[in-house]
């Protein structure tokens, strides 16, 4: 191993200081142990406070911070959604029957995407504490 501020050789694997320079061998996040590189990743948790606040003012694209799933399900059922209620009327009257219907999914999808981000939240935060993560 090689130290990074003087690159002079330095012979004791497990140590932390050069014996050359005295200069920090090892970063908080590389442990070197008999040749191998042990990369530790630190995860921070998600906050519940931002994913809400995110989800009412942006909704389905607020849902990106929580969850990409439920986020990309949620905006393709509401473009399918918008599209039938607004663009199927125009071309064929007899569609007009099922806008209201589809339009009250568009609405609904809203609140439905607050939901979503405080549980998918919370999840992620409780398979953080147990290491899933």
């Excluded at 569609?95 to 339009?103: A, D, G, I, Q, R």
Aim: glycine share 8%.
């Amino acid at each position: 191993m090689f130290c990074p501020n003087c690159g002079k050789e330095v012979t004791d694997v497990n140590a932390v200081f050069c014996q050359h320079c005295g200069g920090r061998l090892r970063t908080n996040s590389i442990i070197k142990k008999n040749e191998e590189t042990q990369v530790i990743v630190s995860v921070q948790p998600k906050n519940p406070g931002i994913a809400l606040a995110l989800t009412i003012v942006f909704g389905g694209f607020g849902l990106l911070y929580s969850s990409v799933k439920y986020a990309i399900i949620l905006l393709i059922v509401d473009v399918i959604a918008f599209i039938g209620s607004v663009l199927m009327p125009m071309i064929d009257r007899d569609f007009m029957s099922v806008s209201p219907l589809l339009m009250m999914i568009v609405i609904l999808s809203w609140p439905a995407s607050i939901i979503l981000a405080w549980h998918s939240v919370k999840t992620y935060n409780k398979g953080l504490k147990r290491g899933k993560n």
